[in-house]
């Protein structure tokens, strides 16, 4: 498994973040899932921003649908590849549709590990 990333996100990641937090904070959420979906979206927006920077997602993965679509696949395989459980797995991306749900772009459609079996 990776280490957690404290270090700050780069524009435009860092103001989607605020943007996300400041949506979650009116959310009809238990306050340990809007932390825990917190912890797990800036994980994601810091990889999609490292992927992003190395050319891996091509079009803008915070606006473009299938560049999205290809971020969250892509981070799904990182965290398989990293010997994630399948339950956090799907927290993780349960997490990421929410992001993207928020800021009206949708699911993704990346298969949870659960129903893989």
Do not use: N
Not at 18 to 35: D, H, V
Not at 60 to 77: K, Q
């Amino acid at each position: 498994m990776t280490a957690r990333i404290k270090a700050g996100l780069p524009p435009p990641y860092d103001g989607m973040y605020t943007a996300y937090a400041a949506a979650l904070a009116g959310a009809r959420l238990a306050e340990s899932s809007k932390s825990r979906y917190l912890t797990r979206v800036r994980a994601f927006l810091t990889w999609t921003a490292d992927a992003s920077a190395r050319g891996v997602l091509g079009h803008d993965p915070l606006g473009d649908m299938s560049a999205a679509i290809r971020a969250a696949h892509g981070y799904h395989r990182h965290l398989r590849d990293g010997g994630y459980a399948p339950a956090t797995i799907d927290g993780v991306l349960a997490a990421v549709d929410d992001f993207y749900g928020r800021h009206g772009i949708g699911a993704t459609g990346a298969r949870r590990e659960r129903s893989r079996a």
